[in-house]
Structures are given as structure tokens and as C-alpha cells.
């Protein structure tokens, strides 16, 4: 029960006339459209959000995204339901205790920045202190430290009017911060700007998410933004939140068509990581087996190259089958000598974006490893192709291409070693 | 069959067509139980009018007419720049050799007055329809009616509480000028940018305070615009403040019309309008950052700037030497990229 920071239980707004009423008809399982005028803009919401965790809510303008963050700090009042911060329920409290909650516990980014013009930066950033009633010395030093943080130093005693976008945002994000409270929700908070900048916010607010290790409640209707920062995304539609899963879930496993098709156009290649598209490894050579059970088992799979692996699954590195045969050719005991050990592994973290080059350079499937370096998958060319087309399934069934010795060769040297004792 | 019956001590007829009422008699009821009832009131109201009145206009016409054209040059140039002050003391040197020295002097301090008393009334009237919808409801026709009606209507009303004088003068003034007060200010406290207003609220802001520190700050503007609106409708009631028996410049413009005299009207007329202008340029150029005034101020804001970014600049390379384990950790992050 500790570990989470923000619960939000059974969430309504209604706005219009007998939004009680509304509520009750909802609840009764009426849908959205007839409320007899009465607008329904979140319905039945319920989430828990874990310490230290970002928890992003997506959806489209209208899905009701706006005003679920708004009532997770009470700016827009529940219609019906429950909101609790930490150990203290928002909901159904007085207007002083309810401030006193928002001056400690919880704080807010907004879309366009909602800087005071007619105040300094420094000002600004220590805008929520002033109001805890922290002494002007001590909020200025502090406010000065988060300024810093956030990478305006210099920049203190100027107006937002004469700061660009993102350095506006970043006092307001800096606002935030040196509030000190444990909840942090982020409307929009970067949608105002240029691409470029946002990608530099979102991983300045990851690296700082590392750092301070806050509870990010993030509203966006950028998918690739909310698969990029978030650990886990809640995908509103219509008032309702369709459902609520890890980046990789609801592009592999979207829970309806809605998110089905709102997913196509994610770039997958940063979301899905090596280990949610590789495919069981193929046969596997033990350091210690000969070259000819070696070559044996390329023939049966049908493959040219072999991972070498110790007893403890670790990669030694790899064999290419015209080395082998050599070996036998000599009538080698040990595939020692054959061994290659530029395997070029990838961890299995690694986002598919990542996987290009290094699957490129590898003489076979490119080989996983877990974070022991021990081989758990690989990832054939084939494969990637298949999770780029967004098709994690045809990825499993589609079958490498290899091109193997001619069965006639290998059959030939395996029959003429035989021949001359070997083995 | 007559349907007729006695209300508020009048007859109301209202069959066999046409109907009559006796609103007249009605008004007239209404205005003497007003009077009876605040007559204490607009005794002392009265009262106060007239000394605030007569201070200011003592204050202004105690320096004579080249320090005062003087001292509004100076003024001027501050506010505005070199072009504004050489208009000014061009414009007041003209009326006072129009002859219209003392008039424009009253007349100017009536419209302090006036506007004093606008502003007062406009400014809390205007933030309190601009927070409740039902005083806002409430708040804009009544402004629609004070600014229509015709002045003449509740002038004799006014005379009738104030007797002759500058006090009706005042009063009809005020009621006349106080509408765009109030309106600008709704609209400006309206207008403030609602996230910013959700900023306060959501870091815990009482409203009292987001009004002091958001809300009238960013609504100033507006609010200027107001004040400056009520200056000139102020001034347009001059003559008729004269006709009420007000001193200023409405004195000679009537006596203009009176005796079609073209001449004086012009001399009066014109005073009225310099003023006019005058007023409104200064009100214009409040918070515009315009004239020697702004110049001043911004060097001294660099100078101060730089002194603190100086100090803090200092309190921060303090800071790094020793507190190495400072309670928030600090990224690696880089200014460069800013």
C-alpha cells in the first residue's frame, strides 16, 4: 500500500445539469450519448500510480485526458468518485485543507507554461514556495539550486517573455520541482514545442525522473511521447480509459481495435526491445563437442554458423560451417580452434532501433544475451523485418534464410572421414 | 367593465384600452423618499465633493500658469518623450492666452475628482461582476443604463439632492464615466489567461491572493485602458457639469450658447479638447515603456540585474564549494544546449 503515490477510484465528471443523475445512468451501463445533455468527459476512471513511477494518460483531444489531471488535484471537482494522494484523500476535503494538499503534495506542469509574466524567472520557479510561506532567503536559495538543475543558470533574473519556448517550460517544469512534492502532473507539458526541443525535455525529464525519482502523472496525445517516457500508459477514448499497460503491452497486445489502430503509427522500433521479437535460439554447440556433432547439427537445422556456448549458456562466440569441416578434414578433436569470438551480442534491452547495424555485421541471427551475458534468444534479419511490419507473430513463424552447405558436400566429408576412422 | 386600482399612490388603469400608469408620479415618490431617507448621506457626500474639490483645485492653481505649463512639460517629456512635452506646453500656452486658465483648471480638477470617485466605484465593482456571473448578469445593464440615459434625465434628480453646485456636477460625471471603469476591468480580470490562474490555484494559492498577484497584475492593461476611458468621458460631461452651475470650462461654453457668441464657444471647445488630449496621451503611456522615465528605469533595471546576477552568480559558486552532497542531486545536464 506504501509504495503508491497517487489512487484514483470509481473517477466521473460530468459537466452540465443533473450530472448526478448522469452518473448514476453511467453507472448503470447507459452510454456517453444519452445523458440528456448532460456531457460526460471522464467516466469511470480508476488507476493506481507507484512510487517513482511515470504513469502517462494518452489519448486524443476530448478523450477526457485534461480533465482526469485536472481532478487529480482537484482543479476541476469530481463529479462522482475518489482521489487519494499518498495517505490524504483530495476528495470531499475543505478548500484550505485542499490547498494545503496542493502546496505539499502535489504539483502541476501546464501546456503553455502558465509562467507570471510580471515576474522574474527565479521568481517564478520559487513561485510555490512563497506561497508554503517559506521565507524570501531561503526560497531564492533553493529556487536557485532547482534553476540550476534544469539548466538556466544565467538566466535568473530575466522574464518569461524573454525566454524561448523550451527554456519557458523549463521554469515551468523547475516550478514544479522545487515545490518538493512528491506527485508531479505534467499537462501536455511539452506538446507547445518544436520537435526538437522536445525530445531534449523528454530526456532531460527522464534524467531527472532518475535523479529525483518523482511520481510523473503525464497527459499527451503523442503516442511515440507517451511510449517514450512512460512505464506505464493509460489509453483514453471517449471518457473512458481503454487500458492500461506497459509501452511494449499496448503496441503488442492492444486491448481493442481503438488502440489497434492508434498504435500503427508508432515507431516500434523504439518501443519493442530485442528480447519482445527474438525467436528461441537454434542449436547451440557446447565449447567442449567436436566438429562433427557440431556439423551434424548445422545439417539438421540447416544453418551455416553456430553460437559456441559454455555450460552456463554464456556465449564463447561462434563457427562457420567451412571451418569446421576443415577441422575434420584434419581430423581435429576440438572446434577450438574455429571458434570466432566477435559475436557481437546484444543485451536484451537493447530497442530495436538498435538492432540495424549490429544484426548487419553478424555473420548469423544476431544473439541476445540477459543481463548475466547468457544467450536467451537471437534475433535472425528475418525476424526484425517482420516486428518493423508490425506483426509480431508472422516475426515467430517467418523462417530464417540461410544458406547452408550443399547437404551433398557436407554428407560427402561426414561419409569420407567416417571412412578413414575418425570419430 | 374598468379595471383600475390606486399602487404607490397613483392611479393604474389598465381597461378599457389605452392603459395609463402613473410612473411619473412613481418617480417622483421614489426620489422624495430617497431624498428623505439619505439625505444625511448626500449631505455628507456632498460635502466631501466639494472639499476634495476645492483642495485639488487650490493644489493646481496655486503655482502660477508658466510653472504649472512647465512642470507638465517636464512631466511629459518623461512620460512620453520630446514630441509629447513641446505639444503640451504649446497646447496649454493657448488656452491661457484663450483666457481659459482658471476654467481649464477647475475643469481638471473636477475630472480628478470625478475620476477618483469612477475609479473607486469601477475598479471592486468590476472584479466582483468579473468573479460572479449573477453580479455580472446584474452589473451590465445597469452600466448600459448609466451610460445611455440621457445626463439631463438624472440631473434633475441630482439637483434636486445636491442643490446647485459642483457636487451634482461631480455626481452626474461619475455615474455618466463609471461604466467603462467597470467594464474594462471585468473584461481584463476575464481575460486573464485561464492556466495561469490554474497555476496559483493548483500550488495552493488562496483566491485572495491570486487576485492581488495574478489576476489585477495581468489585468492591468485593461484596467489603464478603463481609467482612461473614464478620464475622457469625464471630460465629455464638463458642460453640462457647467450647466448644474460647476466651475470649469462648461461655464463659458454655455454662456457661448447662450448668446451665440462662436468666438468664446471656440476658445472653451478647443481648452476642453487640448486637455482631452493631454489626459489621455499621459494615461496612455502608463506602464507603455515609452519616454525618458522608461529609458531611466531600464538602466537602472540593468544596472540591478547585473548586480544580482552578479551576487548570485557568487552565492552559487559558494554553494557548489560546500555542499557537495546538497539535498537534490544535480545532472550532468549542460547550459550549452539551451
Known amino acids: 500500500m506504501n509504495d503508491i503515490a497517487l489512487k484514483a477510484e470509481g473517477l466521473y465528471k460530468v459537466f452540465g445539469r443533473n450530472a448526478h443523475d448522469a452518473v448514476k445512468k453511467l453507472q448503470k451501463g447507459a452510454s456517453r450519448d444519452d445523458l440528456n445533455g448532460a456531457t460526460a468527459a471522464v467516466i469511470d476512471a480508476s488507476f493506481e500510480v507507484k512510487k517513482g513511477e511515470i504513469f502517462v494518460v494518452m489519448g486524443l483531444s476530448g478523450s477526457g485526458k485534461s480533465t482526469l489531471i485536472r481532478m487529480l488535484n482537484g482543479l476541476h471537482p469530481q463529479t462522482a468518485g475518489t482521489v487519494t494522494i499518498g495517505e490524504d484523500s483530495i476528495t470531499g476535503v475543505s478548500a484550505a485543507e485542499l490547498r494545503e494538499i496542493r502546496r505539499h503534495k502535489i504539483s502541476m506542469v501546464f501546456q ?88 531534449e525535455m523528454q530526456d532531460q525529464l527522464l534524467e531527472l525522473q532518475s535523479e529525483l ?33 506497459s509501452p511494449e503491452e499496448v503496441l503488442t497486445n492492444p486491448a481493442n481495435e481503438y488502440v489497434e489502430q ?72 576440438s572446434i577450438s580452434g574455429a571458434i570466432q569470438h566477435d559475436h557481437g551480442a546484444v543485451s536484451k534491452d537493447t530497442p530495436l532501433s538498435d538492432l540495424f547495424i549490429p544484426s548487419l555485421e553478424a555473420a548469423l541471427a544476431l544473439a541476445v544475451t540477459d543481463e548475466k551475458e547468457r544467450l536467451v534468444g537471437v534475433v535472425p534479419r528475418v525476424t526484425l523485418l517482420a ?37 | 367593465m374598468d379595471i383600475t386600482f390606486n399602487l404607490f399612490g397613483g392611479t393604474v388603469h389598465l381597461w378599457p384600452w389605452p392603459p395609463s400608469i402613473p410612473f411619473d408620479v412613481w418617480i417622483e415618490n421614489f426620489f422624495d423618499w430617497f431624498k428623505e431617507t439619505f439625505a444625511a448621506f448626500f449631505d455628507a457626500l456632498s460635502v466631501v465633493f466639494e472639499t476634495v474639490f476645492n483642495a485639488i483645485d487650490w493644489v493646481l492653481s496655486y503655482p502660477p500658469d508658466w510653472a504649472f505649463i512647465l512642470i507638465a512639460a517636464i512631466a511629459a517629456l518623461f512620460a ?78 441630482a439637483l434636486a ?70 478620464i475622457m468621458l469625464s471630460l465629455s460631461m464638463v458642460v453640462i457639469a457647467g450647466m448644474v452651475g460647476a466651475p470649469g470650462l462648461g461655464d463659458p461654453v454655455t454662456e457661448a450658447v447662450l448668446t451665440l457668441d462662436e468666438g468664446l464657444g471656440f476658445e472653451a471647445g478647443l481648452s476642453v479638447v487640448f486637455l482631452a488630449i493631454i489626459l489621455d496621451r499621459f494615461t496612455a503611456s502608463v506602464g507603455k515603456g515609452m519616454g525618458l522615465y522608461a529609458q531611466l528605469a531600464k538602466a537602472r533595471k540593468q544596472r540591478r540585474e547585473t548586480a544580482e546576477q552578479a551576487r548570485i552568480d557568487a552565492e552559487i559558486v559558494e554553494m557548489e564549494a560546500h555542499s557537495a552532497e546538497s539535498t537534490i542531486a544535480t545532472p550532468a545536464g549542460d547550459n550549452s544546449k539551451v
Not at chain 2, 455626481?171 to 476591468?185: D, E
Request: charged share 20%; net charge neutral; with cysteine.
Open chain 1, 112 to 199: 503553455h507554461f502558465a509562467l507570471l509574466p510580471h515576474r522574474t524567472v527565479i521568481d517564478n520557479v520559487a513561485y510555490g514556495l512563497e506561497i508554503q510561506g517559506m521565507p524570501k532567503e531561503q526560497r531564492i536559495e533553493r529556487a536557485l539550486k532547482v534553476t540550476r538543475i534544469v539548466g538556466l543558470s544565467g538566466w535568473e533574473e530575466k522574464y518569461p517573455s524573454e525566454l524561448s519556448g523550451g527554456m519557458q517550460q523549463r521554469v515551468g517544469l523547475a516550478r514544479a520541482l522545487s515545490a518538493d512534492t512528491e506527485v508531479l502532473l505534467m499537462d501536455e507539458a511539452f506538446s507547445a514545442l518544436d520537435p526538437l526541443i522536445r525530445r
Open chain 1, 213 to 245: 525519482g518523482k511520481t510523473i502523472i503525464f497527459i499527451t496525445h503523442d503516442l511515440n511521447e507517451a511510449m517514450y517516457i512512460g512505464d506505464r500508459i493509460a489509453v483514453m477514448r471517449d471518457g473512458r480509459i481503454v487500458q492500461i499497460d
Open chain 1, 262 to 333: 492508434f498504435v500503427q503509427d508508432v515507431d516500434r522500433t523504439k518501443v519493442l526491445t530485442a528480447d519482445s521479437v527474438m525467436r528461441k535460439p537454434f542449436a547451440t554447440v557446447h565449447e567442449n563437442s567436436g566438429p562433427r556433432a557440431c556439423l551434424q547439427a548445422m545439417r539438421e537445422n540447416g544453418i551455416s554458423a553456430l553460437y559456441v556456448i559454455k555450460r552456463d549458456r554464456t556465449i564463447v562466440g561462434w563457427v562457420r560451417d567451412r571451418d569446421i569441416l576443415d577441422l575434420v578434414r584434419k581430423g581435429e578433436k
Open chain 1, 387 to 423: 516486428a518493423l511490419g508490425g506483426e509480431p507473430d508472422a516475426a515467430h513463424s517467418a523462417e530464417p534464410v540461410v544458406e547452408p552447405l550443399p547437404e551433398a558436400v557436407v554428407d560427402k566429408i561426414l561419409d569420407s572421414s567416417a571412412e578413414k576412422g575418425g570419430l
Open chain 2, 161 to 230: 439632492l445636491f442643490g446647485i453646485g459642483v457636487a451634482p456636477g461631480i455626481l452626474a460625471t461619475v455615474i455618466f464615466a463609471v461604466a467603462p471603469g467597470v467594464r474594462l476591468t471585468e473584461l481584463g480580470i476575464r481575460g486573464v489567461d485561464k492556466e495561469v490562474i490554474e497555476a496559483g490555484q493548483a500550488f495552493g494559492a488562496t483566491p485572495g491572493r491570486i487576485l492581488r498577484q495574478i489576476q489585477i497584475p495581468l489585468a492591468m492593461p485593461s484596467i489603464m485602458a478603463g481609467i482612461n476611458q473614464v
Open chain 2, 80 to 157: 512620453r518623450g520630446r514630441k509629447f512635452a513641446i505639444g503640451t506646453a504649446i497646447a496649454l500656452v493657448f488656452i491661457v492666452s484663450v483666457g481659459q486658465w482658471e476654467n481649464a483648471i477647475a475643469t481638471l480638477a473636477l475630472v480628478l475628482v470625478a475620476t477618483l470617485a469612477a475609479t473607486l466605484i469601477a475598479i471592486p465593482l468590476g472584479i466582483w461582476a468579473a468573479r460572479n456571473d449573477r453580479v455580472s448578469a446584474f452589473v451590465k445593464p445597469l452600466m448600459d443604463l448609466l451610460q445611455t440615459l440621457p445626463a439631463f434625465v438624472y440631473l434633475v434628480p
